[in-house]
């Protein structure tokens, strides 16, 4: 049996900037290729899945990268991670990590011996995926992909089938939200978090503006989708991207 590999886009430091552990120092790793494509998406980078390099930075936070050529081995990322933080959050990121998840599963225990906490942040449309890295993955961030983004249509039954795989892990789902989200969006969203029985925290995220993109709704907009969502749900948080407003990577 062959050696698994991955295509990787980049391996830097950074804040993370979005979700519950935003202002969390990290060292990312992201996986290239994507199953979706939103409106909203900011790392088209990552959508190549044959990408014929990796950037991996040089010096913490000194936006230096020197070059390797994909795919990359499990040591090779265990290498560069290591060479960024000698301990700490490694956030596997993408894209969508769960499309390399054979690479995945002999990854993740790598890093954690080594004692790396590893963060998931996932489209969450890939259960069986989720289901195989049970007790490897410390936490998840799950997207859930409103209709009036993710470019496929409803999405809601895939993501109820992924938190019910989910195991072993914190999660929070978060919401990309813009103006064009509407009531019934944000009634399914919660619906699918109460009905399989798990206490999950949920992050309304405005959509960070573009100049062709989707606008964020105005604040009496925001604070209507959390009062919806706080009737069922007993965390849920407004938060922007975080990195974006600090114009970092």
Same mark, same amino acid.
């Given at each position: 049996?062959?050696?698994?590999?991955?295509?990787?886009?980049?391996?830097?430091?950074?804040?993370?900037?979005?979700?519950?552990?935003?202002?969390?120092?990290?060292?990312?790793?992201?996986?290239?290729?994507?199953?979706?494509?939103?409106?909203?998406?900011?790392?088209?980078?990552?959508?190549?899945?044959?990408?014929?390099?990796?950037?991996?930075?040089?010096?913490?936070?000194?936006?230096?990268?020197?070059?390797?050529?994909?795919?990359?081995?499990?040591?090779?990322?265990?290498?560069?991670?290591?060479?960024?933080?000698?301990?700490?959050?490694?956030?596997l990121t993408?894209g969508e990590?769960? &499309?390399? /998840?054979?690479?995945?599963?002999?990854? +993740?225990?790598? %890093?954690? *011996? =080594?004692?790396? @906490?590893?963060?998931?942040?996932?489209?969450?449309?890939?259960?069986?995926?989720?289901?195989?890295?049970?007790?490897?993955?410390?936490?998840?961030?799950?997207?859930?992909? &409103?209709? /009036?983004?993710?470019?496929?249509?409803? +999405?809601?039954? %895939?993501? *109820? =089938?992924?938190? @019910?795989?989910?195991?072993?892990?914190?999660?929070?789902?978060?919401?990309?939200?813009?103006?064009?989200?509407?009531?019934?969006?944000?009634?399914?969203?919660?619906?699918?978090?109460?009905?399989?029985?798990?206490?999950?925290? +949920?992050?309304?995220?405005?959509?960070?503006?573009?100049?062709?993109?989707?606008?964020?709704?105005?604040?009496?907009?925001?604070?209507?989708?959390?009062?919806?969502?706080s009737q069922?749900?007993?965390?849920?948080?407004?938060?922007?991207?975080?990195?974006?407003?600090?114009?970092?990577?």
């Amino acid at each position: 049996m062959s050696t698994p590999s991955a295509h990787i886009a980049e391996i830097f430091t950074s804040i993370q900037g979005e979700g519950i552990y935003a202002g969390r120092p990290q060292v990312f790793v992201r996986f290239c290729g994507c199953n979706l494509n939103c409106v909203y998406c900011d790392t088209a980078v990552a959508r190549d899945r044959q990408r014929p390099f990796c950037s991996v930075e040089k010096n913490p936070g000194q936006g230096d990268f020197a070059y390797m050529a994909n795919p990359l081995s499990v040591e090779d990322v265990v290498e560069a991670v290591e060479s960024l933080a000698s301990s700490g959050d490694v956030s596997l990121t993408g894209g969508e990590p769960l &499309l390399q /998840v054979d690479f995945l599963v002999k990854l +993740l225990p790598a %890093l954690r *011996s =080594r004692g790396y @906490r590893i963060h998931l942040e996932t489209n969450g449309t890939k259960p069986d995926e989720v289901a195989r890295l049970a007790g490897h993955v410390d936490v998840i961030s799950m997207d859930i992909k &409103l209709p /009036v983004a993710a470019g496929t249509g409803d +999405l809601f039954d %895939l993501h *109820s =089938r992924f938190l @019910r795989a989910a195991k072993g892990a914190k999660l929070f789902a978060k919401i990309v939200v813009s103006s064009e989200v509407n009531d019934e969006d944000i009634r399914r969203c919660v619906e699918v978090i109460t009905e399989t029985g798990k206490n999950v925290p +949920l992050v309304i995220q405005p959509v960070t503006p573009t100049t062709d993109g989707p606008t964020p709704p105005n604040l009496a907009r925001l604070l209507s989708m959390h009062s919806a969502a706080s009737q069922s749900l007993d965390d849920v948080r407004i938060i922007p991207q975080l990195h974006k407003l600090m114009r970092i990577r």
